[in-house]
C-alpha cells in the first residue's frame, strides 16, 4: 500500500526528491496567448556546487533519463507512481497527464550572472511566453544572481531563479559559504535577490514547494507582474524525499491574458486625442511584448499620429514607415524630440517614461499638454499624472483605433507634412554620419554602424546595451523588422551583450551542436532551424566585464557574430565625465605617468587574442574596407565569429549628431577647477527648464 500525501489525501502520489519534483513540474508548464501554446520552462541554465549539485543536480540527470512511465512500480524509486483516482482538471485548464517526453534541457553557463542575462534575452525573444531557469549553488553562486535579477525585474521579463540555500535542518552551523547573522537566524545570502525578485520565497518543507512553485508560475505568466522569481532550495530540502500529488505534476497551462480597456477610460481617452492638434505616439516595449507592432501601423495609418520610440519601443514601426519619427529623449532623433517638444498630448503606449525618455523632466514643454497612457500596469499608466487607459497594448489599441473611426479623426494634414519633412532631414544626418569617404582610413563608431546598416536585413537581430553605442543605435539605426533592435537600456548592464544573444540565438532556433550528441542525460535545447545572424556589438569596456560565454557559444557551436570596438576604455562615460566637471578621470586604459595618473601609453590589451583563446574565430579589420569584408564574412559564418576593429576618435563631421535633449547627472554646486565652474552654470540653465506634469 502506498503511502498517504498529506497534501493529497487519497489520491496519486509519486516519490521524488524536492529538486526531481520541482523539475518536473517545470517541464509540464505551458503558457498560452492567442491560441499559441509553448514551455513556459524550456531548459535550465546551471553551474554546479555542493548547494545544489546533489538536489537540482541529481534531478537533470534524472529527468534526462526514461521518462516517469518507464520506471513506476518499484517501491520509493523515483518516478514511482501510486494509483489513487485519476487526476482532476486544475483552475487554468483540463490538467493533462505525464509522460516519457517531459525531459528538461540542460544549458551549461560559465557565470551566474551571464546565465541570467542569457535566460533574459531568451524570454525577451520570445515575447515573455517562454523563459528559462537558472540554478546555482549557495554563497557566491547565488549573490552572483543579483544584477541578472535585477536587469529581468527592470525590464519586465521573466526568468526563474533557483539558488541553492544552507541546510534548513541547521545539522551544523554555520556551513561553507553561510553568511551569519546576529540578529536573525533565518536570513541568508539569498535575501539579496528579494528586493529584486517579483516573487521570493524559501522551500524550507518539500511540501512549502507545490504552494510556491504555482505562485513562481503565476508570477512569471503575468504580463502586468513578470520579472525575476525567486526560489531559494535549502541543500538538504533539495535531496528530501516526499509523496507528490500526481495533479501537481500533471501539465497545466497558464493562459497569458490581454486585459481590454475599462469603457469610462476609454471614454476618456478618445475625447482627449480627438481634442489634439498636435499629438504624438511614444511606443515603449509594451508594444513589443504585446506583438501590437500591426495594430499600431494600422492606428497611424488611420490618425496619421506620429511614433516615436524608446529604447525598448525601436522597431515598433520600420524605419521607413511614414508615421516612425525615430527615438525620443535624451538619444532620440531632432525630429522626434522636436515633436515631443510642441506636442499637446503624449499618448504613451507600453512605456515606463524613463528619464532618458523624458530628458530629465525637460522634453515635454507645451504648456498645455496633457498625457494618455496605454499600459497593463496601472502603475505606469498613471505616470505624469496621465489620463489612463490600463489595458494589453494590443488591445488596447484596437479598441481605440475603432473608438475613433467612428469618427473619423486624423490630424492636420499641415501637421503630417511638417514631420514627414523633419523626418527626411534627419535622414539627410544619419547618412553624413553613416558616410565613408576614405576606405583605407580606421573607421569611427558611427562608420562601423553605417558599414552593418549596409549589410544587414530584416532577419538579423542587433544586441547592445550600455556604453556609447546605445545612443549612437537610438539615433542613427534603422529597424527593418519588429526584434532587429534589441537594446537593454532599462538596467543598461554592462556584459549583457554576449550571453543575451547567446538566449536570442536559442531562441530563434539555432542550429543543433555539431559533433557529438549531446549524451544520454540531456536533451539539447537549441532546435533544428536555420539560425537568424545575431550581432552582439561591445566595446572593449564591456567585453572586459563578461567575455566568459564566448565558451559557451563555441560548445553549443551557436553561430554568434561578436563585434568588439576598441577604444581603449570608458569612453561613453569618458565623455559625459568631460561635460560635468570631472575631466574624463579614471575612464582610459592607460599606464600610469610620472604624477600618477592615467595619461601614459595605452595598454597592451589584445582582446583579438583574447576572444581567439576561448575558442572565437576572429577577423582583425584595420580599416574601412577591411572591416566591410569581415562583416560580410562574419555574417556567412555557420560557426561562432568575431569581428574586432580599433575605431578612431570621430571629428565633428564623422561622428554621430550630438545629444538632442538634456539628462540629469548632477554637478558639483561647489569646485575650484574651472572646468566643474563651467559645467555647474550650464546644469543650472538645463535644470530650470524641468517641469513636474501634474
Not at 553551474?47 to 534526462?64: D, K, M, R, S, Y
Not at 525615430?326 to 528619464?355: F, P, Q, S
Not at 553613416?434 to 554602424?449: I, N, S, Y
Not at 559564418?637 to 569581428?643: D, K, L
Request: aromatic content about 6%; hydrophobic content about 40%.
Amino acid at each position: 500500500m502506498s503511502p498517504t500525501s498529506p497534501a493529497n489525501p487519497g489520491g496519486r502520489t509519486r516519490r521524488l526528491t524536492t529538486a526531481q519534483a520541482l523539475i518536473a513540474f517545470l517541464a509540464r508548464q505551458y503558457t498560452e496567448r492567442d491560441g499559441r501554446r509553448q514551455r513556459l520552462i524550456a531548459a535550465t541554465w546551471g553551474i554546479f556546487g555542493h548547494g545544489n549539485v546533489a538536489g537540482i543536480g541529481q534531478a537533470l540527470v534524472e529527468a534526462g533519463q526514461a521518462g516517469p512511465a518507464a520506471q513506476a512500480g518499484h517501491p520509493h524509486h523515483p518516478g514511482e507512481s501510486h494509483p489513487r483516482h485519476p487526476s482532476s482538471p486544475n483552475h487554468l485548464g483540463q490538467a493533462r497527464g505525464g509522460g516519457t517526453g517531459h525531459r528538461m534541457p540542460y544549458l551549461q553557463g560559465r557565470n551566474e550572472q551571464a546565465m541570467v542575462h542569457a535566460a533574459v534575452g531568451y524570454a525577451r525573444q520570445s515575447g515573455r511566453l517562454s523563459a528559462h531557469a537558472v540554478t546555482t549553488s549557495i554563497g557566491p553562486g547565488a549573490t552572483n544572481l543579483v544584477t541578472g535579477a535585477a536587469l529581468a525585474t527592470v525590464n519586465r521579463l521573466p526568468v526563474l531563479l533557483l539558488p541553492g540555500d544552507t541546510f534548513a535542518t541547521r545539522p551544523a552551523d554555520p556551513v561553507l559559504q553561510q553568511l551569519e547573522v546576529t540578529y536573525a537566524g533565518d536570513v541568508s545570502v539569498n535575501d539579496c535577490l528579494r528586493p529584486v525578485s517579483r516573487y521570493f520565497d524559501r522551500i524550507t518543507r518539500p511540501e512549502a514547494l507545490i504552494p510556491a512553485a504555482l505562485q513562481a508560475m503565476r508570477v512569471l505568466a503575468d504580463p502586468a507582474e513578470t520579472g525575476a522569481v525567486t526560489l531559494a532550495l535549502p541543500q538538504d530540502v533539495q535531496a528530501e524525499a516526499y509523496d507528490w500529488p500526481e495533479e501537481f505534476l500533471a501539465e497545466r497551462d497558464w493562459h497569458v491574458r490581454r486585459p481590454a480597456p475599462d469603457a469610462l477610460e476609454l471614454g476618456a481617452a478618445v475625447r482627449a486625442v480627438r481634442s489634439a492638434r498636435r499629438p504624438l505616439i511614444i511606443a515603449g516595449g509594451g508594444v513589443r511584448h504585446s506583438a501590437a507592432e500591426e495594430t499600431l501601423a494600422a492606428f497611424t495609418a488611420a490618425t496619421r499620429i506620429p511614433v516615436a520610440t524608446t529604447q525598448a519601443g525601436k522597431g515598433a514601426l520600420r524605419h521607413d514607415h511614414p508615421a516612425d519619427v525615430g527615438g525620443v529623449g535624451h538619444t532620440g532623433t531632432a525630429t522626434a524630440d522636436e515633436l515631443a517638444r510642441t506636442a499637446d498630448l503624449v499618448i504613451g503606449v507600453g512605456t515606463r517614461y524613463t528619464d532618458f525618455t523624458t530628458a530629465s523632466g525637460t522634453l515635454f514643454q507645451h504648456p498645455g499638454v496633457r498625457f494618455l497612457n496605454l499600459n497593463i500596469t496601472g502603475f505606469d499608466a498613471h505616470k505624469l499624472a496621465a489620463l489612463p487607459l490600463v489595458a494589453d497594448a494590443r488591445t488596447g489599441l484596437e479598441a481605440l483605433s475603432s473608438a475613433l473611426a467612428k469618427r473619423r479623426y486624423r490630424v492636420d494634414p499641415a501637421y503630417e507634412t511638417e514631420y514627414s519633412g523633419a523626418k527626411e532631414a534627419w535622414e539627410a544626418r544619419v547618412e553624413a554620419s553613416f558616410a565613408t569617404p576614405d576606405p583605407t582610413a580606421r573607421p569611427t563608431q558611427t562608420q562601423v554602424l553605417g558599414l552593418l546598416d549596409a549589410l544587414v536585413t530584416e532577419e538579423d537581430i542587433l544586441i547592445n546595451a550600455a556604453g556609447s553605442l546605445p545612443g549612437d543605435l537610438h539615433k542613427l539605426w534603422r529597424t527593418r523588422s519588429r526584434d532587429q533592435y534589441h537594446v537593454e537600456y532599462g538596467y543598461s548592464c554592462m556584459g549583457y551583450e554576449i550571453p543575451a544573444a547567446i538566449g536570442v540565438l536559442l531562441a530563434t532556433a539555432a542550429r543543433t551542436p555539431a559533433g557529438t550528441s549531446a549524451g544520454p542525460s540531456t536533451e539539447t535545447p537549441t532546435g533544428s532551424r536555420s539560425p537568424r545572424p545575431v550581432w552582439a556589438l561591445v566595446g572593449d569596456g564591456t567585453y572586459l566585464m563578461n567575455p566568459t560565454e564566448v565558451v559557451t557559444a563555441v560548445q553549443e557551436n551557436l553561430p554568434l557574430k561578436l563585434l568588439i570596438l576598441q577604444n581603449h576604455g570608458y569612453a561613453s562615460i569618458g565623455g559625459l565625465s568631460g561635460t560635468v566637471g570631472a575631466e574624463g578621470f579614471g575612464t582610459a586604459y592607460r599606464h600610469r605617468d610620472a604624477e600618477g595618473g592615467f595619461t601614459g601609453p595605452t595598454l597592451p590589451v589584445d582582446l583579438a587574442a583574447n576572444a581567439e583563446s576561448l575558442g572565437l574565430r576572429v577577423l582583425r579589420a584595420a580599416t574601412v574596407d577591411d572591416l566591410r569584408e569581415a562583416l560580410a564574412e562574419a555574417r556567412a559564418a555557420e560557426g561562432p565569429t568575431c569581428v574586432y576593429v580599433e575605431t578612431e576618435t570621430p571629428d565633428t563631421v564623422s561622428g554621430p549628431p550630438p545629444a538632442q535633449a538634456w539628462w540629469d547627472v548632477p554637478v558639483a554646486e561647489t569646485a575650484s577647477r574651472p572646468a566643474a565652474v563651467k559645467a555647474r552654470e550650464e546644469y543650472d540653465r538645463q535644470v530650470a527648464a524641468r517641469r513636474r506634469h501634474l
